[in-house]
């Protein structure tokens, strides 16, 4: 229970923070306070589902990037071959 509390604290101390640091949220809104509030108090559950999401964003970005880098390649093979027609 005390490792609980302390991690929810940290927590709950990492995201106030962060909250004072975005200049684009009104630190008056009462759904901003909720919002950490219930992250804080439910830190066991949103850090792992929060990984989650980062990572399947990241493996989105990187599978674009690779899709992208593919049909770069395949424009620049066909470039290559009405080239060589032309000679």
């Known amino acids: 229970m ?3 509390l302390f991690s929810a604290s940290t927590y709950f101390t990492f995201l ?3 909250q004072f640091k975005d200049n684009e949220s009104s ?3 009462s759904i901003s306070w909720l919002v950490i509030i219930l992250a804080s108090a ?3 559950l949103v850090i792992p589902i929060s990984l ?5 964003r990241t493996q989105a970005k990187v599978r674009l990037e690779e899709t992208e880098k593919a049909k770069d390649l395949k424009l620049n093979s066909q ?3 009405s080239v060589e027609l032309l000679k």
């Open 79 to 81: 470039q290559i071959e």
């Open 2 to 4: 005390t490792l609980y």
């Open 16 to 18: 106030l923070f962060s």
């Open 52 to 56: 989650i999401e980062i990572r399947s």
């Open 27 to 29: 630190k008056m809104d």
């Open 42 to 44: 439910l830190w066991i």
